[in-house]
């Protein structure tokens, strides 16, 4: 072997490891995904014929870790999790092994390849698409997506933790701040301002309203405590925002006509691949704000866009936002504008701030002592 072919045998080599372990976990959990599903068949069938009651899954989760110390997993709380799962997935029982439904899965197709590649002929309903996705997800996942009621949503979360390698936690938090409800939602002229294909995915990008729930400002606040907050916090800040979006500065500075501009932050969308300029306000949303971001959207477009990018979007953010004066103002904008709330953390009610000890009442019970 030629000494400079030995870096491509080397990472074809890797590649091919990685692909087979990827498989190995995906194949390790459908099996374990597939047992789980068959406990709580064996369970609810057993009791339906024999009337079993609550405490005979207590004593089977005894009897199990008894027997078999070894086996993690069958807490009295986890098979009530099975019973569940196989009551809500009842269809798994006709259905294939995952992998073997999925188009080329013999390739050890990585995780989100393997997700792109989900059948897409007729039989795809939300239905059948939410029995392929189960077998892609872990148990954990699984078992808090049963929470989720409206199989259309169901699939949503299933897709977006598949393609962002979202964690059971991170789901968690989209659930409880109902991100599938919000996606979409924010005011925007898009659909006249930009071409069909592009206007869809800006419009996916930008929700309404944001959750700003990892800031602690309480009111009185300025504008800028808020920037600065959400600066502080850019990798919270960018989660909440969505994929796709890179941050490229905080008042971003613009020179027009020998005048200073600066933007509040300045953003790079991969996916739409165009410029995001972000203007945030402290309470509702008032007309003469979108005239600015229009101006500052022209000279990102003059100045920073490239040949290949897509329009610059705008996004004001405001603690409230009347969507009917928010459509009439951006109805005759030039530039492809966006309107959406945010929600900061609740601050403690003066009820309670009025209970809590001062610093200095705090040292003297600390001096009596």
């Not at 239905?127 to 199989?151: S, Y």
Request: glycine residues 4%; aromatic residues 10%; hydrophobic residues 40%.
């Amino acid at each position: 072997m030629r000494a400079q072919n030995y870096p491509a045998v080397l990472k074809e080599v890797k590649d091919r490891i990685r692909r087979t372990q990827i498989r190995a976990t995906m194949s390790a959990n459908a099996e374990m995904l597939l047992m789980y599903w068959d406990v709580g068949r064996i369970i609810d069938e057993q009791r339906a014929v024999e009337g079993w009651g609550t405490k005979v899954i207590q004593r089977l989760s005894q009897d199990i870790r008894n027997d078999l110390p070894e086996i993690k997993g069958f807490s009295e709380r986890n098979l009530r999790r099975m019973l569940a799962f196989y009551n809500e997935y009842a269809g798994l029982s006709n259905w294939p092994t995952p992998l073997a439904k999925i188009p080329g899965a013999s390739d050890a197709q990585i995780w989100p390849t393997a997700l792109a590649k989900l059948p897409a002929d007729g039989a795809d309903s939300p239905e059948a698409k939410l029995l392929e996705l189960v077998f892609l997800l872990p148990w954990a996942h699984n078992v808090t997506l049963l929470n989720v009621k409206n199989v259309i949503a169901r699939v949503w979360y299933m897709m977006q933790a598949l393609e962002h390698g979202w964690s059971h936690d991170w789901l968690n938090e989209q659930i409880k701040h109902k991100a599938y409800e919000r996606q979409g939602k924010a005011v925007t002229n898009f659909v006249t301002h930009l071409p069909a294909p592009q206007s869809a995915l800006a419009q996916e990008s930008l929700k309404d309203p944001y959750i700003f729930d990892f800031l602690t400002l309480s009111e009185p606040f300025h504008e800028r405590e808020l920037e600065t907050g959400l600066v502080a916090h850019v990798e919270k800040f960018l989660l909440e925002l969505g994929a796709g979006f890179s941050f490229m500065g905080r008042q971003y500075h613009l020179t027009v006509s020998e005048q200073d501009f600066y933007i509040d932050l300045l953003f790079y969308h991969t996916k739409v691949r165009g410029y995001v300029v972000i203007e945030l306000k402290k309470g509702k949303f008032r007309p003469e704000y979108a005239g600015k971001v229009n101006f500052y959207c022209s000279v990102v477009d003059d100045v920073l866009r490239h040949e290949h990018d897509n329009p610059t979007i705008g996004l004001i953010l405001c603690q409230t936002n009347d969507r009917v004066v928010a459509e009439y103002t951006l109805r005759d904008m030039h530039k492809p504008i966006g309107v959406s709330e945010y929600e900061l953390t609740r601050a403690l009610p003066d009820e309670l701030k009025s209970s809590l000890p001062t610093v200095e009442e705090i040292e003297e019970r600390l001096e009596e002592k």
